[in-house]
């Protein structure tokens, strides 16, 4: 991160960086082609500080290639040292989007593919990263994200609560009035229409009734509160599964849950 920037967010009124670090292993960030090493993001949390932005989050992947268990703590242990208020662990996701998870479906070897580890082991790393980072004193609050008293992301609570969210810039997404619409997503479709004092949004989608309560559970129960209790099929016969309990009134996820949060979602979308 230059100096420039830096300035420029504190005259923005930035109060909050996110930094996706992924891991603080240089030969894990470099083999899913990320430029920075831990030097680079020891020092720019430091310059952070130093400017006066103290509310900072540290993202990380359980499950790149060539990441083993004692790299994994590596990583977790550096988080935590960083003092970081606010720390995000992601289980490494595939599908066709990317480079890495168009030649693992593939069965290749490019792009490091052949040293990702399997499930288990991501299973196993998010587990830990849960113990490691809840012992710490930086607690889960959501599926994928840790915080520190006070510092849960009000941003993205915004997300997981359905309350109303203005996204400004290329491709960013909002929810204003129950209606979904995103911003162009190249840049030149993003500037063509403010060239004009347009604002350059799609028409976007009302969400209805039923959308409302679909979104209600998915995203509610990504929450470690969960969501209030009701009378459903569907949550009992994921009780039974092991994958949602019922603690003083409301539907939780359980840790098995947590593991396998998209086939609980699932099971609330018509």
């Given at each position: 991160i230059s100096d420039e920037i830096i300035a420029a967010w504190i005259v923005s009124g930035v109060n909050r960086v996110s930094l996706g670090v992924q891991s603080f292993n240089d030969h894990e960030a470099r083999s899913v082609g990320r430029l920075h090493t831990r030097a680079t993001v020891l020092a720019d949390i430091a310059r952070l500080r130093a400017a006066g932005i103290s509310n900072l989050n540290v993202d990380l992947i359980a499950g790149l290639p060539h990441q083993t268990e004692a790299s994994w703590r590596e990583s977790l242990e550096v988080a935590l040292?960083?003092?970081?208020?606010?720390?995000?662990?992601?289980?490494?996701?595939?599908?066709?989007?990317?480079?890495?998870?168009?030649?693992?479906?593939?069965?290749?070897?490019?792009?490091?593919?052949?040293?990702?580890?399997?499930?288990?082991?991501?299973?196993?790393?998010?587990?830990?990263?849960?113990?490691?980072?809840?012992?710490?004193?930086?607690?889960?609050?959501?599926?994928?994200?840790?915080?520190?008293?006070?510092?849960?992301?009000r941003h993205n609570l915004r997300y997981w609560t359905r309350l109303p969210y203005l996204g400004l810039g290329v491709d960013a997404h909002s929810f204003v009035n129950r209606r979904r619409f995103a911003n162009p997503d190249t840049l030149d479709a993003y500037q063509a229409p403010l060239r004009e004092n347009h604002l350059p949004r799609d028409p976007g989608h009302t969400v209805t009734e039923g959308e409302a309560t679909e979104e209600a559970w998915f995203l509610g129960l990504r929450l470690n509160r969960g969501v209030p209790y009701r009378p459903d099929p569907r949550v009992e016969h994921l009780r039974d599964d092991g994958l949602l309990a019922i603690e003083n009134d409301r539907i939780l996820l359980t840790p098995r849950g947590r593991l396998l949060s998209n086939q609980v979602f699932a099971a609330f979308i018509a």
């Open positions: 040292a960083t003092d970081a208020p606010h720390v995000s662990v992601y289980m490494l996701e595939v599908d066709t989007e990317s480079r890495l998870g168009t030649e693992l479906l593939a069965g290749g070897v490019r792009y490091h593919a052949h040293a990702v580890p399997d499930d288990d082991f991501i299973a196993d790393a998010y587990e830990l990263a849960r113990e490691t980072l809840n012992s710490a004193g930086c607690a889960q609050y959501e599926i994928s994200n840790f915080a520190r008293p006070g510092f849960e992301s």
